[in-house]
């Protein structure tokens, strides 16, 4: 049962991935920016 239910699970898994992803893309760019910057700044 597991088996037949495992593919559709990371289907299901990958597919929400996705639609996250172009939901919050900007989001996570934009937090990604800062962390960069701050890591930047600690580095000096």
């Known amino acids: 049962m597991l088996s037949i239910l495992q593919p559709r699970l990371v ?7 996705a639609i996250e992803f172009a939901a919050f893309g900007k ?3 934009v ?4 962390f960069i910057l701050i890591s930047i700044a600690w580095a000096w």
Request: proline fraction near 0%; charge should be neutral.
């Open 27 to 29: 989001t996570y760019a």
């Open 31 to 34: 937090y990604g920016g800062i």
């Open 11 to 17: 289907f299901f898994l990958a597919g929400l991935g």
